[in-house]
């Protein structure tokens, strides 16, 4: 990997050139008397570069403005005599530090970050081998018929009686005697069948047909809830076979593995015999979600190949720099990989002659020919799996060997039996084990960038491949395969051309979903549970609807109309269903005139206070209590992760006051009281001013006035990086200045390209993060184009 | 070598575990032959629950030399073990340093040695990393592992219940070394996996690792010598893996009874006890085969946020254990939480004492010892003060000979000098463990 530390050196004395040269001599000599004091005052306790001592040893680095540090500094510096530097002193020691350490750009200057060495992350190795093994089938199309295709068969024993009957439903989730669509004789189960079946019952047979979109990876439980014999298909795996019905439960419950981003064939088939009306519900509980029939929205009457997943548990990536990579190993983590690739060898085995168009006859017969057959497709996998063209120290190492041992090996067998996989004795599948065995744990596969070390020549193959990795988590497809071949990604605009039709794949949508739901930190509050003396109507469900509706708005801020960042924070709409509309007090929903009560519709905010997504019920209820708001997780939340700001822990252990001990405090009072001591005040002037601003919103999301009686004060304010002040009233205000907010734009851009490449964003340099923004803020600070240009900047690099 | 049974190999095993009637049959197997030593097979299982536990409801009340042991609510379901059980009181963590309370609770609980610096930022205090040191479990398996005579395939287990899927401070107990936590396995597929493995795949394998080193050894010139130690490591565990089989494929051990599980538990909050059960089972299991000798068993982590509706608790654990003293309402969800870890404690004790040893002498229980912990000493206050330790089994005079049936209060002495006392009983003579300036009075006398 290349350092990347000279181009940040540079951009400094850029910087620092312009600074030096400015007309005013007292900057300089404000510096240096900034750098005196703290000579003099500070060194002792902070260390030469603030990295701290054995006496005081938190390193002084974060990212509040010179002025907020000057306000610290005058209030308790130095220990003991906070008098004693206050004023100008106070402001010349905080310009010093600030440049000369404590800024993240000092930070950046001073340890440059680099592009390290990563493996695939967990996501990436599933996506990776899925595409693997799927570049080898057909490719499904999405198309726009939502639902699935469901398909009545009238028989009278087991004989069929009259055409079958075709419907698109919206979802399987219905009583036989809800289909209007159906004549009487499937309706009414004492309808007489033809009199020379012998039989005076007509029984119905249900066959569903299509597929279902997994919008992120994880366990998927699915339900079907019928008394009829049930077959359920999900993948092309039978997840649920009970024939035989003979029980009195009604549900059957089954769950498998999903990778987001992609749709999935799926087939039920059940009959209704000897039943009245039969139910059928088709549902599913998605990772962290409820029960629920499969909304319309993830389903398709178009078919899909089956998908390679594996099984493997594997152990979380590290994501303590906020975002998820691939920069360690471990014992754990490389068992994983074996069993996947042991998993995916022993399945792509098994389906040989279809992935590599052998048919078995023939390669029984042909076993020479069989063999050349396999070693081609091996070297196609390897080929796929190194993102690049092969060498022939690599065909000869990963593939030929093998297969010329298998070679040799019929050859000998010719008098005796064939040998197969489970004998010691070469034979084809032998070879074929060991040589995808062999790719799959290979170095070249798990750590693309050491593959375009080892062929410098391929610049365009790696362009293809970080592409792929940045939108997708994936291998290179075939149309980025093919530019690459022809060399048609070594310039900006190509590779910007590949990125932007790679935007419509579901995977990009799966990957940009991940990067909200890390953001917005969605995964760490899956279920919520709150009081339920308190709020009575707060369940599961709710809940669940509040994440949907937190989804849909955030996928369509991002893919439809203008892809405007500005509109994640104004939005007066909200997507509510039927409950959620009655719990929030949404008027102008009638449930009468919803044909799904399930289903979502965007409608008017039921109040102005309500302003896009730090608003947004979800966030402002997975941000509280049990019982009471939390202004201080909401303002955390806000500095962090919608600001960008780094927080410093506070400096003692401080269990929150508990309300039950001050009943006659509102929640605003009984923060303020907590943090007032001066060694809080520090964070928590941040912190709680944003916070407060959303006091008008309870634990369960619900706009309120009052706190125990007295009107809610959403008063706070803001004190920018840049050192600009705002004061803030209530969530709109809020809203309105996050939408145009500097620091917000850079921290959005920042954390969704180290989302994107999975490595820092100043280790390419400072210049790329301005030129980024740039761009962001030059287009309207659209989403899409972000997406893009963030993704070609970091496969272009060298 | 840990691998995986692929999903249609899983899904026909069904309930059984190891009953005590198989164990005769085992015993025939070469590998349930007695030590030769002569010594007992000697065993530690350490288990952890998190968030501290309720004082007036745990600790028991001082008896006089001679009266049985008083077991107060949270403690009732040990009674069948009673003349098995000590409680220490008074151990203390005193690690300072890096982390908030609870990452030092769990990190530093068998370690004995502070945190690293790190990026791991809790609720207060410093920001830390990983342990800066190896857990007592993890010094006693290298031990054992050294000496012909008590190897085993595994040396250690770590099991874990409903461990939140992130690597994290709060979420790790044992490690190997410095910065090296080890991850519990909370899925119990994953550790049958481990545990029985599969042969066809070893010997694939075996096939191809000589070539994947090869590999890694050609392109580790490719990258800087930063990015190379990554690559190393990786190498280094190829290596691991390849010798691991050669051993493996020499020994005789694979052709062990394969327990059955229930199919298809999978991780919430409600299947918390079905999970919690497998587990013991496949401990037990790996115990009478010998796979090891040194157990964890991890409840959630520290600052676990079960919700235990089973238990008429709706509320998640870390959050009520939070809850002033003066809430009653909380404090009898939490002494319900507590009892119902003591149960699954009772359970695995019972588990092993049905078990005999696979040579006849005695039970599982009379060679193994549990302790049964948590980090703190109370979730309110967050004090490592007065660390539960609850110790049950390992009664034998051929192994740990712990006298049972009492209690007993140490005032306010270091955790760490339990650790010794732990690695001591194998005749592991460590003269301190962790950080030395918590072991200057050597192991805790009096337990035996």
């Keep these: ?180 669509s159906l004549d009487q004789s499937y309706l009414d189960p004492t309808a007489k069948g033809k009199e020379e079946f012998g039989n005076d019952r007509i029984d119905v047979h249900v066959h569903v047909d299509g597929s279902v979109y997994a919008p992120e990876t994880g366990e998927y439980e699915f339900f079907v809830r019928t008394a009829g014999g049930v077959e359920l298909w999900i993948n092309s795996e039978p997840i649920i076979a009970e024939r035989v019905r003979s029980d009195e439960q009604t549900e059957l419950r089954a769950r498998t593995k999903l990778l987001g981003g992609r749709a999935y064939p799926i087939a039920l088939s059940t009959a209704r015999i000897a039943q009245d009306d039969p139910e059928l519900t088709l549902g599913w509980r998605r990772p962290d979600g409820v029960d629920e029939a499969i909304p319309t929205r993830f389903l398709s009457t178009s078919f899909y190949p089956q998908i390679e997943i594996t099984d493997v548990a594997f152990p979380p990536d590290d994501r303590s720099v906020g975002y998820v990579r691939g920069a360690s190993v471990s014992r754990a983590w490389d068992e994983a990989v074996t069993a996947a690739a042991l998993e995916t060898t022993e399945s792509v085995i098994d389906k040989l002659d279809q992935l590599a168009g052998l048919k078995p006859e023939e390669a029984e017969l042909d076993q020479a020919r069989a063999n050349i057959a396999a070693q081609d497709f091996c070297l196609q996998m390897a080929e796929q799996a190194f993102r690049r063209k092969l060498t022939d120290d690599e065909r ?65 193959a790696r362009v293809a491949g970080r592409l792929a990795l940045a939108l997708w988590d994936s291998l290179p497809d075939k149309p980025l395969q093919e530019a690459a071949k022809r060399n048609g990604l070594s310039d900006t605009e190509a590779a910007r051309r590949q990125a932007e039709r790679m935007l419509s794949d579901p995977r990009t949508r799966a990957k940009v979903l991940d990067f909200f739901s ?98 947004h ?102 004190v920018a990086t840049d050192g600009s002040r705002i004061k803030l009233r209530g969530s709109r205000d809020l809203a309105k200045y996050l939408a145009d ?28 993060q301005d030129a980024l ?18 993704a070609v900047t970091a496969a272009m690099a060298d | 070598m840990p691998l995986m049974t692929s999903p249609s190999r899983r899904e026909f095993l069904r309930v059984a575990g190891l009953s005590p009637a198989l164990a005769p049959l085992l015993a025939n197997l070469s590998a349930f032959a007695t030590a030769p030593t002569g010594r007992a097979k000697q065993r530690l299982v350490i288990i952890f629950s998190p968030n501290g536990i309720i004082p007036d409801n745990f600790w028991p009340p001082a008896s006089a030399a001679g009266e049985p042991l008083e077991l107060p609510k949270i403690l009732e379901p040990l009674a069948p073990h009673r003349d098995r059980t000590l409680v220490l009181k008074g151990l203390c963590n005193q690690i300072n ?64 219940v409903y461990v939140p899927d992130t690597a994290d401070t709060w979420t790790r107990m044992v490690y190997a070394g410095r910065n090296k936590p080890i991850a519990p396995i909370d899925d119990p597929y994953q550790m049958l996996g481990k545990l029985y493995g599969d042969a066809r795949d070893r010997k694939a394998l075996g096939g191809i690792l000589d070539a994947v080193s090869e590999d890694f050894a050609k392109v580790r010139s490719l990258v800087s010598e930063e990015d190379r130690r990554l690559l190393d490591e990786h190498a280094s565990m190829i ?39 497998m587990q013991i089972e496949l401990m037990v299991n790996s115990f009478a085969c010998d796979f090891a000798r040194v157990a964890t068993l991890q409840y959630t982590r520290s600052v676990g946020q079960a919700r235990m509706a089973w238990l008429g608790v709706e509320e998640r654990h870390h959050e009520l254990s939070h809850r002033p003293d003066t809430d009653l309402e909380a404090v009898e969800s939490l002494t319900r939480i507590n009892r119902w870890y003591c149960e699954e404690v009772a359970r695995l004790a019972t588990r092993l004492a049905e078990t005999p040893e696979p040579d006849g002498s005695g039970s599982l229980l009379d060679n193994t010892l549990i302790v049964w912990t948590n980090e703190l000493g109370k979730g309110n206050s967050h004090t490592r003060d007065n660390i539960p330790f609850v110790l049950v089994g390992g009664t034998s005079q051929q192994s740990w000979g712990l006298r049972g049936g009492r209690a007993i209060d140490f005032g306010k002495t270091p955790h760490n000098r339990l650790l010794m006392w732990l690695a001591n009983a194998f005749d592991h003579p460590i003269k301190s463990f962790g950080n030395a300036d918590f072991c200057g009075e050597g192991a805790l006398s009096g337990l035996v």
Excluded at chain 1, 762 to 767: D, E, I
Excluded at chain 1, 775 to 783: A, C
């Design chain 1, 1 to 180: 990997m290349r350092q990347h530390g000279t181009q940040n050196r540079r951009a400094f004395w850029a910087a620092a050139v312009v600074f030096l040269i400015l007309p005013t001599e007292s900057l300089a000599s404000d510096r240096d008397r900034g750098a005196q004091i703290f000579q003099q005052s500070c060194v002792e306790c902070h260390g030469e570069l603030g990295q701290g001592t054995d006496y005081y040893s938190i390193p002084l680095r974060g990212d509040l403005p010179p002025s907020e540090l000057a306000r610290i500094i005058s209030a308790t510096m130095p220990e003991g005599d906070p008098q004693a530097c206050s004023g100008e002193d106070a402001e010349a020691v905080a310009r010093y530090l600030y440049d000369a350490f404590y800024s993240p750009f000092a930070q950046a200057r001073n340890r440059p970050p680099r592009r390290e060495l990563s493996r695939l992350t967990v996501s990436q190795l599933e996506q990776s081998i899925a595409d693997l093994v799927g570049s080898f089938r057909w490719q499904g199309q999405w198309g726009d018929q939502r639902g699935l295709t469901v398909k009545f068969t009238k028989r009278v024993n087991t004989g069929v009686v009259d055409q079958p009957v075709d419907l698109v439903l919206p979802k399987v989730d219905f009583f036989l005697s809800d289909l209007k």
């Design chain 1, 396 to 460: 000869w190492r990963f593939v030929e060997r093998y297969f010329q041992s298998a070679a040799a090996g019929l050859l000998a067998a010719q008098e005796g039996p064939p040998a197969d996989v489970e004998s010691d004795s070469p034979s084809t599948a032998w070879a074929t084990e060991r040589a995808l065995l062999a790719i799959l744990k290979s170095p070249r596969f798990l750590y693309p960038e050491i593959g375009y070390a080892l062929d410098a020549s391929q610049t365009d």
């Design chain 1, 518 to 615: 890390q953001w917005l930190r969605l995964d760490d509050v899956a279920q919520l549970s709150r009081d339920p003396e308190a709020f009575p109507d707060f369940n599961d469900r709710v809940a669940a609807d509040m994440r949907s509706s937190l989804e849909l708005f955030l996928e369509d801020v991002v893919w439809k109309g203008d892809s405007d960042l500005r509109r994640l924070f104004l939005s007066d709409r909200l997507y509510v269903n039927v409950r959620l509309a009655e719990f929030l007090g949404i008027e102008g929903i009638d449930p009468a005139q919803q044909q799904d009560p399930e289903a979502f519709i965007e409608a008017p905010a039921e109040t102005d206070l309500r302003s896009g997504v730090v608003s």
């Design chain 1, 617 to 718: 019920p979800f966030m402002v209820t997975s941000l509280s209590y049990y019982r009471d708001t939390s202004p201080i997780h909401r303002g955390v939340f806000l500095a962090r992760h919608i600001l960008g700001r780094s927080l410093r822990p506070p400096p003692e252990a401080v269990a929150p006051l508990a309300p039950e001990l001050s009943p006659e405090l509102t929640t605003r009072e009984r923060v303020s009281l907590q943090t007032s001591p001066h060694q809080c005040q520090s964070c928590h002037v941040l912190i709680n001013d944003l916070g407060f601003t959303l006091e008008h919103f309870d634990a369960v999301g619900r706009v309120r006035q009052v706190d125990l009686g007295k009107p809610v004060d959403t008063s706070g304010g803001y």
């Design chain 1, 741 to 768: 907010s500097p620091d917000v734009h850079r921290s959005f851009v920042t954390q969704l390209f180290e989302h994107l490449t999975k490595q820092p964003m100043l280790a390419y340099g400072q210049a790329t």
């Design chain 1, 773 to 790: 923004l740039k761009d962001f803020r030059d287009h309207q600070f659209s989403i899409r184009r972000l997406l893009v240009s963030a």
């Design chain 2, 97 to 160: 340093g890096d982390g908030d309370g609870h990452m030092r609770g769990i990190g530093c609980l068998l370690t004995g040695v502070e945190l690293l610096p790190g990026n791991v930022q809790g609720g207060s205090h410093t920001p830390a990393g990983w342990s800066s040191g190896n857990s007592i479990d993890q010094e006693i398996r290298e031990f054992l592992q050294k000496r012909p005579e008590t190897r085993t395939r595994f040396g250690s287990l770590e099991f874990g």
């Design chain 2, 239 to 277: 290596r691991d893996m390849e010798r691991q089989l050669a051993a493996d494929a020499a020994s005789a051990e694979l052709n062990h009874i394969v327990p059955e599980l229930e199919s298809g538990v999978s991780e919430k909050d409600e299947n918390m006890p079905k999970l919690s059960r």
